[in-house]
């Protein structure tokens, strides 16, 4: 397991909640969604190594989760 780093962020509250939201839609952690968006925008940056572990990189599940 990849070792894990603790920081402190400082975010606007209607962006924190928004991401909550979002969160529990999906049935994640706050932590957990927060951690899924950046890893998806660093893979949709180009900014994710190539050669990264499949556990330091896993693949992102884009499928839609909005019921009909």
């Known amino acids: 397991m990849a070792d894990r780093k603790s920081f402190l962020l400082r ?4 962006v924190l909640d ?3 939201r979002w969160a529990n839609d999906d049935l ?3 932590n957990g969604q927060i951690e ?3 890893r998806r925008a660093l893979r949709d940056a ?3 190594s190539k050669q990264a572990p ?3 990189n ?7 989760h909005e019921s009909s």
Do not use: I, Y
């Open 46 to 48: 180009g900014r994710v």
């Open 28 to 30: 994640r952690s706050l």
């Open 54 to 56: 499949a556990e330091l």
């Open 18 to 20: 928004a991401v909550q």
């Open 58 to 64: 896993p693949a992102v599940d884009d499928v839609d």
């Open 36 to 38: 899924f968006l950046l």
């Open 11 to 14: 975010v606007d509250r209607d």
